[in-house]
């Protein structure tokens, strides 16, 4: 599938499925990147761990670098979501984030010996600047629905590519899903923080928020949220590619 087989308004898409989902549309309009990006090689090393780990270092430093801007994006959404049920995931995601997921962060450093320059002002790649200038703009010149054209494919990528990796390699059915696969713990906890039923729910409640107001922008701002989706996707895919040491489009990211 290409977005050029996805017609390219929400209106015409819905009126071709039974059952049009906003979230949907938008993902299938992102191909092929989406495919690319869920199936790339270095989440299926991560998975299999044959993955260099010079090559998770290098990621796990950018991907920190990215996280303070993520819990800013987040908080924001926060203050925009309508009404009280609609916060409560995100609020609860960010406490997984900010305690959780940033112990995991320390521990890893520690096993991998990243020095403590690196891990507190690395140098942010040309992807990692482009993932951080995105997620601003998102905010600022716009709104509550810009803001999850960005957040949602974030993390449905990530809950994706870890649910497949631990259904292959591991056991999805166990907590954790990656029990049995035998691999190091900054692999197997990276892995099951986005494969865990948690996580699972909380992309969909996620969803379910795009869902619910994408399809009440008007027309102009429905092109603007696909923008936004469809260049998150793409420099997802370049975020994994650059972890080996490539440039991923000679620095147009």
């Given at each position: ?66 996280l303070e801007a993520l819990v800013g994006a987040f ?179």
């Amino acid at each position: 599938m290409t977005a050029d087989s996805v017609p390219a308004s929400y209106g015409a898409y819905a009126e071709t499925v039974a059952d049009p989902r906003f979230t949907d549309w938008l993902r299938e309009r992102s191909e092929p990147a989406w495919s690319d990006a869920i199936t790339h090689p270095f989440t299926r090393e991560l998975g299999a761990g044959t993955l260099d780990e010079d090559a998770y270092e290098r990621y796990l430093v950018q991907d920190y670098a990215f996280l303070e801007a993520l819990v800013g994006a987040f908080g924001f959404a926060v203050g925009e979501a309508p009404g009280i049920e609609a916060k409560r995931p995100l609020i609860e995601f960010l406490e997984t984030v900010t305690s959780t997921e940033n112990d995991y962060f320390e521990r890893s450093f520690d096993a991998l010996d990243v020095p403590e320059s690196r891990r507190s002002d690395p140098d942010p790649s040309p992807t990692t600047a482009a993932l951080l200038d995105l997620l601003g703009r998102a905010a600022r010149e716009g709104g509550y629905a810009e803001t999850l054209a960005v957040l949602v494919p974030a993390e449905w990528i990530y809950r994706e590519w870890a649910t497949a990796v631990a259904t292959e390699y591991g056991d999805p059915d166990t907590e954790p899903p990656s029990d049995g696969a035998g691999l190091p713990f900054y692999y197997a906890e990276w892995i099951d923080l986005h494969a865990v039923p948690s996580f699972v729910d909380f992309v969909d409640e996620l969803r379910d928020q795009l869902n619910a107001v994408g399809p009440e922008c008007s027309p102009r701002r429905r092109r603007r949220v696909e923008e936004l989706f469809r260049r998150t996707v793409d420099l997802e895919v370049a975020f994994f590619d650059e972890a080996y040491g490539r440039d991923p489009s000679d620095g147009d990211v």
